[in-house]
């Protein structure tokens, strides 16, 4: 067993270094015929004279450098002479560096596919699923964990985040870099549909269900003495497979829009976008009954299903991110922030987020059904509005969240102000320009513009970069915890309105401590267990890990009746604050 162990150890490594190597291979040469079929006629003019033609560049990163700084150039004189109309938005730079593409990966896509996703998901279950035998009686083990360069910030988990922040940043923001592991995944493109080219989405989306779906083999492994365990991962498996990957594709194969039907607003914030809803509801019967799904999701599905089940039938049993959380995340889930001090910056910051999503729909539907939204401000007098907010916050905290020690609140406000200078004053270069609303000297505050600005702060930075990518710093639930709008949502109704509580056998607890430690919302379950009160959180998702780590059998998830929900704490010793 040992020795299919440390083989599946090897296969995954060298999968693991083959996807990395892929990344610098190939050479590519921009030809006049590519230029001419990709390149809109408008754009060729401008751009002719910046590129080198029939050249061969041997490094992918040198051959994109060279293809935006043309862009990037023709876009800062039509900006600082002023003339919006030549700016080009296209991302001219992704479809060239595909197209001009050559070289083993190019020519050998399939191969490439076999030996890093065939041979490194074999690697991966011969690594698992022996531990099912190796690890003796079904039961959590979570000896060494905080011993671990994987599990608790070592120079392993330090690793693992930078590389997944720096694949998210080269994801959202420069994906011509990685267009060679984009081109692997055409095989399982093809296959679900033949007619379409892998592109930065399909990538994310087969990366996202192959890491559920491998993952989630470990977690089967793990918990399975846990019938609850078990079920909640075939179940998110499941929906990330069938309804985020599989169905859209075959969906877009019938000719009808890409949907994915278990993914709703706040989260999913495109819905209300003016191209979604034309596109849903200009696609007959079926993109009407998807306009129609995705309201009623929201409006009625969620207040329903949390009312009977509280938020985990959606964040624990459903959601691509809880899906994520739970399997790829679950190495991390010990690293969530237990103190009450994180628990005042989270509900602010997800509340806040919450607000912000809620206000940018408004704005957008508005545009959507008449006059654009429109005001422009100074560059610099728009600095003045987050350091007002700052300080209101750094003097207000004080009363309203006495744990919140001055030095995080500090550290916000730096951020945000931060954020902002940054925005302002490199207003000129292309990876602020395309995001912030900033022309010339002004701030000019659109429907479109604020929409921009929440899905280049909330949509791919929060979400995907810090979202993911903190993982190994900050544990699994990053976003659905500190960030996630849907969440917010499913948390006011469970909090308020919901048959769901964690009930706790007081007299059992040990104090050992075992359940705030695995807790992923960082909630101090063992505060509650030690005065025998219910645990009734907006934030918690329902994984019931805290009830599986627990040796005293203390933990029981519940749908019971409201009354007697919201009971009085019991005082059992060791309790010396009660929030
Ligand atoms: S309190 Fe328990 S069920 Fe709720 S999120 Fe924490 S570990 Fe999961
Ligand atoms: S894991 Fe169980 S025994 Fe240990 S502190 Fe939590 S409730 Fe108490």
Request: proline share 3%; glycine share 10%.
């Amino acid at each position: 067993m040992k020795a299919i162990r440390f083989t599946g150890l090897i296969l995954f490594l060298f999968s693991l270094s083959l996807f990395l190597a892929s990344f610098f291979m190939g050479s590519y040469t921009l030809t006049h015929e590519i230029f001419s079929t990709i390149v809109k006629p408008e754009h060729q003019e401008m751009l002719r004279n910046s590129y080198e033609f029939d050249r061969p560049y041997a490094s992918g990163i040198t051959f994109v450098n060279h293809l935006k700084k043309g862009i990037d150039e023709i876009n800062v004189t039509a900006r600082a002479e002023q003339r919006w109309g030549d700016i080009i938005y296209d991302d001219y730079v992704s479809t060239l560096t595909r197209a001009s593409a050559t070289g083993a990966v190019t020519e050998n896509e399939l191969l490439f596919f076999m030996l890093i996703y065939v041979v490194g998901t074999m690697g991966a279950l011969m690594f698992i699923l022996p531990q099912a035998k190796l690890a003796g009686p079904p039961g959590i083990r979570h000896n060494h964990i905080f011993h671990n360069a994987l599990n608790n910030r070592g120079w392993l988990g330090m690793l693992s985040g930078t590389l997944l922040v720096v694949f998210y940043i080269l994801l959202y923001f420069f994906p011509a870099y990685i267009t060679n592991w984009i081109i692997i995944v055409n095989p399982v493109q093809k296959l679900l549909n033949p007619s379409a080219s892998s592109g930065q989405w399909f990538l994310y989306g087969f990366l996202y269900t192959f890491a559920v779906i491998v993952m989630g083999f470990r977690m089967l492994v793990k918990y399975r003495h846990s019938r609850y365990q078990v079920f909640r991962t075939i179940s998110v498996m499941f929906f990330q497979l069938a309804f985020a990957f599989v169905i859209p594709e075959l969906l877009v194969r019938l000719n009808q829009p890409y949907f994915d039907f278990k993914n709703m607003w706040p989260l999913d914030y495109d819905f209300f976008d003016a191209w979604h809803i034309n596109m849903l509801t200009q696609s007959g019967g079926l993109g009407i009954f998807m306009f129609a799904w995705g309201i009623t999701l929201f409006v009625i599905g969620v207040p329903v299903f949390v009312y009977f089940f509280g938020k985990r039938w959606y964040c624990s049993w459903v959601c691509g991110c809880g899906g994520l959380a739970e399997t790829a995340g679950d190495p991390f889930r010990q690293l969530s922030d237990k103190s009450t001090e994180a628990w005042q910056i989270e509900r602010l910051l997800i509340h806040g987020v919450l607000v912000f999503g809620v206000i940018m729909t408004i704005l957008v539907l508005y545009n959507f059904f008449g006059e654009d939204f429109y005001f422009a401000v100074n560059k610099w007098t728009v600095l003045a509005f987050p350091a007002i907010i700052g300080a209101g916050l750094f003097f207000f905290h004080r009363k309203k969240f006495p744990y919140m020690k001055g030095g995080k609140v500090r550290n916000v406000i730096v951020g945000i102000v931060g954020f902002f200078t940054l925005g302002a004053a490199f207003s000129e270069v292309s990876v602020f320009a395309k995001y912030m609303p900033v022309d010339g000297n002004n701030f000019n505050f659109s429907s479109g513009n604020i929409r921009t600005m929440y899905g280049f702060m909330i949509g791919s930075m929060f979400s995907g970069v810090i979202g993911t990518g903190f993982y190994p710093f900050m544990g699994n639930r990053v976003w659905c915890r500190f960030g996630c709008p849907l969440a917010a949502y499913l948390g006011l109704v469970q909090r308020f309105k919901s048959k769901f509580r964690i009930t706790t056998n007081g007299g059992q607890c040990i104090s050992c401590g075992n359940c705030s430690t695995y807790c992923e919302m960082g909630i101090d379950v063992r505060a509650y267990a030690q005065r025998g009160q219910n645990i009734i959180r907006s934030s918690c998702v329902g994984c019931g890990v805290c009830s599986a780590v627990c040796p005293r059998g203390v933990l029981n998830l519940e749908n019971q009746n409201e009354y007697g929900r919201f009971n009085q704490p019991i005082s059992l010793g060791n309790v010396n604050k009660i929030i």
